[in-house]
Nanobody, 123 residues
Framework: QVQLVESGGGLVQAGGSLRLSCAAS????????MDWYRQGPGNQRELVAH???????NYADSVKGRFTISRDNVKNTVYLQMNSLNPEDTAVYFC?????????????????WGKGTQVTVSS
């Protein structure tokens, strides 16, 4: 299967920046899309940013102009640069990826989630 590991979370003051990373590992054949989601206290998990293999991106309205998603297709890694953070951005941030991977029985589809990384923004 394919595993995702996030890093880069932490505590930051309002107005500050953080950069999250998510590395995919395993017998990967291709990754169609890599996304960042977040889940704040008492909230449902929501899509923050989406990027395709070709680099097309989409963002939640709440983060447009502040967050930038990017990916390194060679390293199978996706990044989320977060600027001008505010307390409403406090959440656990999850990485999601979908694609195909090699198995002894041929190529199969995968859809994987990371375990999440905590981002806390103090006022």
């Amino acid at each position: 299967q394919v595993q995702l590991v996030e890093s880069g979370g932490g505590l930051v003051q309002a107005g500050g920046s953080l950069r999250l990373s998510c590395a995919a590992s395993g017998t990967i054949s291709s990754i169609y899309a890599m996304d960042w989601y977040r889940q704040g206290p008492g909230n449902q998990r929501e899509l923050v940013a989406h990027i395709t293999t070709s680099g097309s991106t989409n963002y939640a309205d709440s983060v447009k102009g502040r967050f930038t998603i990017s990916r390194d297709n060679v390293k199978n890694t996706v990044y989320l640069q977060m600027n001008s953070l505010n307390p409403e951005d406090t959440a656990v941030y999850f990485c999601y990826a979908a694609g195909t991977y090699f198995t002894s029985g041929g190529i199969k589809n995968f859809a994987s989630w990371g375990k999440g990384t905590q981002v806390t923004v103090s006022s």
